[in-house]
T-cell receptor, first 114, second 109 residues
Framework: DAGITQSPRHKVTETGTPVTLRCHQTENHRYMYWYRQDPGHGLRLIHY???????DKGEVSDGYSVSRSKTEDFLLTLESATSSQTSVYFC?????????????FGNGTRLTVT | RKEVEQDPGPFNVPEGATVAFNCTYSNSASQSFFWYRQDCRKEPKLLMS???SGNEDGRFTAQLNRASQYISLLIRDSKLSDSATYLC??????????FGQGTTLQVKP
């Protein structure tokens, strides 16, 4: 168990509202990631972090922002949720020392935007 | 062309069967290769890494073919509990890990 907790586990929100998803880890790993998973697309990287206050965009970053003010917390924010952001969101950490190390995932957050 | 491609299946096999999945990748410079397993409505979990010389873990064998740019996963003596989606993961063009869409396996009694 890599000690990753995502919250909330489920959320239903309305179009246009801001939403923040939280990822918390207990093992001081440097690299953290946010993915979304949709049928027909698999897992796609939204944003990632390589340290406190160090973040960068992934392949599907439009409409999302992230923050990492502490090693253990990585927040994903949808500034103004849209129906296309209905998805399952997974947080992950690299258990090794670089981007190519295996990832361990949190339990996921199911977000529905109505 | 997608960076990582898998046959989505589903593969329907009887218990005890041997089944193999392939995954092709486009980045010839890829250095890291993994197979993940994902159960329905659960998070992906690392099944095994794939090494250049091939590697085995119990009933599971993973192989890498750099010349043809594919990795494979072989499952012997399939169990009902092997039913899941298997995700291929490789280093993408940006240096980050890229996930395939997954291959669904259904093992039937």
């Amino acid at each position: 168990d890599a000690g990753i907790t995502q919250s909330p586990r489920h959320k239903v929100t309305e179009t246009g509202t801001p939403v923040t998803l939280r990822c918390h880890q207990t093992e001081n790993h440097r690299y953290m990631y946010w993915y979304r998973q949709d049928p027909g697309h698999g897992l796609r990287l939204i944003h990632y972090s390589y340290g406190v206050k160090d973040t960068d965009k992934g392949e599907v970053s439009d409409g999302y922002s992230v923050s990492r003010s502490k090693t253990e917390d990585f927040l994903l924010t949808l500034e103004s949720a849209t129906s296309s952001q209905t998805s399952v969101y997974f947080c992950a950490i690299s258990v090794g020392k670089n981007y190519n190390s295996p990832l361990h995932f949190g339990n996921g957050t199911r977000l529905t935007v109505t | 062309r997608k960076e990582v491609e898998q046959d989505p299946g589903p593969f329907n096999v009887p218990e005890g069967a041997t089944v193999a999945f392939n995954c092709t990748y486009s980045n010839s410079a890829s250095q890291s290769f993994f197979w993940y397993r994902q159960d329905c409505r659960k998070e992906p979990k690392l099944l095994m890494s794939v090494y250049s010389s091939g590697n085995e873990d119990g009933r599971f064998t993973a192989q890498l073919n750099r010349a043809s740019q594919y990795i494979s996963l072989l499952i012997r003596d399939s169990k009902l509990s092997d039913s899941a989606t298997y995700l291929c993961v490789v280093t993408g063009n940006t240096g980050k890990l890229i996930f395939g869409q997954g291959t669904t396996l259904q093992v039937k009694p």
